[in-house]
Nanobody, 128 residues
Framework: EVQLVESGGGLVQAGGSLRLSCAAS????????IGWFRQAPGKEREGVSC????????YYADSVKGRFTISSDNAKTTVYLQMNSLKPEDTAVYYC?????????????????????WGQGTQVTVSS
């Protein structure tokens, strides 16, 4: 059974940093993509970042480029989202999602429909 468990959320002041973790289990780590999404109250869930384990390629939404960094550990069982220079508008529930054996064409990697499995989310609140 595929499981994704997020952690690391919390309350931080604007300009601060947080590191989110997504612990993945239940599937082979030879071919997958992990994405981070967020959903603020009253808004749709939006893609933030994605990493392909096959070659380590990373992708970011324009709103977080230069501030957020996605990475994975050496065992490739945990994916991180380092969030720096946080803004109040970054406040949301953050979710990680997995796509098993993703396509080689990197199209729509920040879209919800790209992913097969989802975690339960972790709250990030940035105060002004």
């Amino acid at each position: 059974e595929v499981q994704l468990v997020e952690s690391g959320g919390g309350l931080v002041q604007a300009g601060g940093s947080l590191r989110l973790s997504c612990a993945a289990s239940g599937f082979t780590f030879d071919g997958y993509a992990i994405g981070w999404f967020r959903q603020a109250p009253g808004k749709e869930r939006e893609g933030v970042s994605c990493i392909y384990n096959s070659d380590g390629s990373t992708y970011y939404a324009d709103s977080v480029k230069g501030r957020f960094t996605i990475s994975s550990d050496n065992a490739k069982t945990t994916v991180y989202l380092q969030m720096n220079s946080l803004k109040p508008e970054d406040t949301a529930v953050y979710y990680c999602a997995a796509r098993i054996f993703p396509p080689t064409a990197r199209v729509g990697v920040l879209g919800r429909n790209f992913y097969d499995y989802w975690g339960q989310g972790t709250q990030v609140t940035v105060s002004s």
